[in-house]
């Protein structure tokens, strides 16, 4: 299985089909395709090598084959120096049978190859002219080779009128002169696949020697995202290799994870501190499917081989026997939507601690098991940024995880531009008419002013009596700035003058 075009040059490292099956199953997401067509220009068997790579790391025994093309021996050169590696077997602690971490692996050692090449380590740039001269006439030999087999083929076979031997004997031409050609572009290149200097054989050893690190470094960064994001929730080895490179990738994704784990952290403490429930009591017997209310009998009757059915059966009906009750502890039970603004003056420190309250937000609704979506805007052109990040469904632990692409998603986005509330606010509009967003909150977090006219404000607040929802407005860093627009149709504005951890959590407990 190869990498690159159907003409592509053969692997050096011997495999058989569940190997090559392996390989097209994480090239794509492992970054090893894109690195094979982009590095190709100048490596013109480069996602060969690539494949090679990944062989070296994926398989329990890698045997280099000897029946190769001259093209592949400068590429089998390079994968036997690196097999000896003293960071070879470390490498492959990890990657051995494991096809994510072996096509992350073979990326990075690819990358510091094609670096090599780059500086003009590995081969000057006549030598790569030679190898590229001589991919060329092996790839016209056997296209030459498949007219001549093709010519033939009719010929044996007794129904096809036999060809034109003025044809064969073309054909029969042209794969002497392209055979040639290959012995001569052959002898051109044979310095590129010689001994390379002990210099250079140990600079391309600590490629693979730097492998472990990296690979070690990607478990901790993927970890301590999901401790400062809440995420609560274990990944497979493609969404963590998948998370890995984002992380590995964005500056601004870490600094996230950990401002977000900062805020948690406080927040927590905040919230021994305070009285975690307002006063409720029972006051009736109802009917339902609130599993935390139901009268002992109907827990009972879980136990009964028989009455669970019918204990399921009015579960799905919502007829089961509960606790009714009353009080005021009601807040933060409902969806959540917020509205993050993303224009220009946003960037930098304030886009960073917004989205630090947003995830911070987040983990509470996953935590309470609500549904949570985040809209972010600017102005036109530039369209809405619509996003769950939070899965419909629950996990096994009950709680709703985290849909981690579409946080990452959200951690990177970043539109630019003007501010315009009206956008975002009608779809958060929409987005409460929603079976699961019933009865949600919106969050509108901004750092400017915009106008509303007043027709949208006299339906907004129309729709905010008949929904029965509460729009918080934050206000990022503009103490001294007004806020009439907001003031119209918010019921809560909280004013944020410093970016600090205080502050966000001091927000954060406001809208719950």
């Known amino acids: 299985m190869s990498l690159g075009p159907a003409h592509a040059a053969p692997h050096v490292v011997a495999h058989d089909r569940f190997d090559a099956a392996a390989l097209a199953q994480v090239a794509e997401v492992t970054g090893l395709t894109a690195l ?52 070879l077997a470390a490498t492959r602690t990890r990657t051995l049978l494991d096809p994510w971490a072996a096509g992350l692996a073979a990326r990075l050692v690819g990358e510091h190859v094609l670096r090599m090449i780059k500086r003009d380590d590995l081969l000057l740039p006549d030598e790569l002219a030679d190898l590229h001269r001589l991919t060329q006439a092996e790839q016209t030999l056997a296209e030459a080779k498949a007219q001549q087999d093709a010519l033939a083929e009719m010929r044996r076979d007794p129904l096809a009128p036999p060809p034109d031997e003025d044809l064969e004997d073309a054909a029969d031409e042209a794969v002497d002169e392209a055979q040639d050609t290959v012995d001569q572009a052959a002898r051109q290149a ?25 690979l070690r470094g990607l478990d901790v960064e993927v970890e301590q995202f999901g401790k400062g994001l809440g995420t609560g929730q274990r990944l497979d080895a493609a969404e963590r290799l998948k998370l890995g490179e984002h992380l590995l990738r964005s500056e601004k994704l870490r600094k996230l994870a950990a401002l977000v ?117 600017s102005a036109h052109p530039q369209p809405l940024f619509v ?11 009950g709680r709703r995880p985290v849909a981690m692409e579409a946080l990452v998603e959200f951690a990177e986005h970043f539109p630019g531009g003007g501010t315009d509330f009206a956008p975002p606010l009608e779809k958060a509009l929409e987005t409460l008419g929603e079976a699961r967003f019933r009865r949600g909150d919106v969050v509108l977090i901004t750092d400017g002013e915009a106008q509303l ?45 410093a970016l600090t951890a205080d502050a966000a959590v001091s927000v954060v407990g406001a809208v719950r």
Not at 192 to 205: C, F, I, N, V, W
Not at 387 to 397: M, T, Y
Not at 479 to 484: C, F, I, L, Q
């Open 36 to 87: 094979g067509r982009a590095g190709a220009t100048l490596l013109p068997d480069l996602p060969a090598l690539l494949g090679d790579l990944f062989f070296v790391f994926y398989k329990a025994h890698a045997a280099l084959r000897d029946d190769l093309p001259p093209s592949a021996r400068f590429r089998r050169r390079v994968v036997a120096e690196m097999s000896k590696a003293p960071g």
């Open 387 to 397: 996003r769950d990040l939070v899965a419909p469904r629950a996990g096994v632990d």
């Open 261 to 377: 784990g900062a805020f948690r952290r406080l927040a927590r403490v905040q919230r021994r501190r305070q009285v975690p429930r307002r006063g409720v009591e029972p006051y009736a017997v109802s009917r339902g499917d609130d599993i935390a209310r139901l009268l002992p009998s109907e827990l009972v009757a879980l136990r009964h081989p028989l009455l669970r059915r019918d204990v399921q059966r009015r579960f799905a009906e919502k007829a089961l026997l509960q606790y009714g009750l009353r009080g005021d502890d009601d807040r933060g039970r409902g969806p959540m939507i917020v509205c993050l603004d993303g224009s220009g003056s946003m960037q930098g420190a304030k886009e960073l601690w917004s989205k630090a309250v947003a995830l911070t937000l987040l983990e509470q609704a996953r935590r309470a098991r609500r549904a949570f979506r985040v809209i972010g805007f």
């Open 453 to 497: 006219g007043d027709a949208f404000v006299e339906r907004l607040l129309a729709e905010k009596k008949r929904l029965g929802f509460r729009l918080h407005a934050v206000l990022v860093d503009v103490a001294s700035v007004r806020a009439e627009t907001v003031a119209r149709v918010a019921d809560e504005v909280h004013r944020v003058s």
């Open 190 to 214: 044979a310095r590129a696949s010689s001994d390379l200097p002990r210099e250079l054989r140990t600079k391309l050893r600590q490629g693979v020697d730097a492998v472990p690190d990296r």
